[in-house]
Nanobody
Framework: QVQLVESGGGLVQAGDSLRLSCAASGRTASTSHMAWFRQAPGQEREFVARIRWSDTFTTYADSIKGRFTISRDNAKNTVFLQMNSLKAEDTATYYC????????????????????WGQGTQVTVSS
């Protein structure tokens, strides 16, 4: 089992920045990739960004490209999401996810690809 704990959410104004953290524990060696998703009320869970433990390969959703940066600290088993120039439409609960199974094509965008999830951290951006 892998446990994921997110932190760093909060209430900010449009244009501000936040840095989310996701601390992984347990059998983290069994996972190969990490991702951030978000879910606004009444909306489906949406892919935000992903990164692999083994290298610096990253992918971003078009809606946040250029504003958000995903990174990791392997020594601390922690993944970060630096969010700059926040907009009201970024308001959502942000979830960290870890995957251990191989995936193909655009499957990384699907929540079904991931095996473990954190409890989520709320990000609210006021305009």
């Amino acid at each position: 089992q892998v446990q994921l704990v997110e932190s760093g959410g909060g209430l900010v104004q449009a244009g501000d920045s936040l840095r989310l953290s996701c601390a992984a524990s347990g059998r983290t060696a069994s996972t190969s990739h990490m991702a951030w998703f978000r879910q606004a009320p009444g909306q489906e869970r949406e892919f935000v960004a992903r990164i692999r433990w083994s290298d610096t390969f990253t992918t971003y959703a078009d809606s946040i490209k250029g504003r958000f940066t995903i990174s990791r600290d392997n020594a601390k088993n922690t993944v970060f999401l630096q969010m700059n120039s926040l907009k009201a439409e970024d308001t959502a609960t942000y979830y960290c996810a870890a995957g251990s199974r191989p995936y193909y094509g655009l499957e990384y965008k699907s929540p079904l690809t991931y095996d473990y999830w954190g409890q989520g951290t709320q990000v609210t951006v006021s305009s």
